[in-house]
């Protein structure tokens, strides 16, 4: 079945730290992937997502490349801030007639001015 | 931008007892989706719904069921409450593409 693996943390940087947390991902066909961020006390937010391999997702400085030969989907971010601290899932869905959510254990991020 | 409402958002039970959680999603999403979120764990999938039919069902237990109605909200009631069902249930939308967006939860404690 699908699987998603994700550097489990806790990672903690400094502010204006380079940020990399890594995904890999077993999946049957051609999944589409996904970053979504958990800040403390709130609900899933949908953070970037690519849907082939080459795709680059990027919002708010984030970015993830989707590789379909290493079945990866690091995210990255040169520059991080406070309030970037948060929960961070990597997430697939195999398509089908569902799009159901496969998600990895999700890495906690806490940024130190 | 309208997005997924959940009520309530938290709620407090005691054992056996059961619960109703109710998500309204996004105006125009047709499909509703139901995950599990334990202490420090990963969102599990529960259950799904398209065009008020039961879509996909994953870990969802025998005493919880779900349904979607005519105006493409959905409830999931649970029964006999364990411990163990203390979680935080989310519920997301889609319509067409293949994200899916959340609404901010539900916190069920059980005593």
């Known amino acids: 079945g699908d699987s998603v693996t994700q550097m489990e943390g806790p990672v903690t940087l400094s502010e204006e730290a380079f940020l990399t947390i890594n995904c890999t991902y077993t999946a049957t066909g051609y999944p589409s992937l996904f970053w979504y961020v958990q800040y403390p006390g709130e609900g899933l937010q949908l953070l970037l997502k690519a849907t082939k391999a080459d795709d680059k997702g990027s919002n708010k400085g984030f970015e993830a490349t989707y590789r379909k030969e290493t079945t990866s989907f690091h995210l990255e971010k040169g520059s991080v801030q406070v309030s970037d601290s948060a929960v961070y899932f990597c997430a697939l869905n195999s398509g089908g007639s569902n799009y159901k959510l496969t998600f990895g254990k999700g890495t906690l991020l806490t940024v130190n001015p | 931008a309208a997005g997924v409402i959940q009520s309530p958002r938290h709620l407090i039970k005691e054992k056996r007892e059961t619960a109703t959680l109710k998500c309204y999603p996004i105006?125009?999403?047709?499909?509703v989706y139901w995950y599990q979120q334990g202490p420090g764990q990963d969102p599990q999938f529960l259950i799904s719904?398209?065009?008020?039919?039961?879509?996909d069902k994953g870990s969802i237990p025998d005493r919880f069921s779900a349904q979607q109605f005519s105006d493409y909200h959905s409830e999931l009631n649970m029964s006999s409450l364990e411990l163990g069902d203390s979680a935080l249930y989310f519920c997301?939308?889609?319509?067409?593409?293949?994200?899916?967006?959340f609404g901010p939860g539900t916190r069920l404690t059980v005593l």
């Open positions: 719904f398209y065009e008020k039919m039961q879509s």
């Open positions: 105006p125009r999403h047709d499909t």
């Open positions: 997301a939308s889609r319509f067409e593409a293949d994200t899916q967006y």
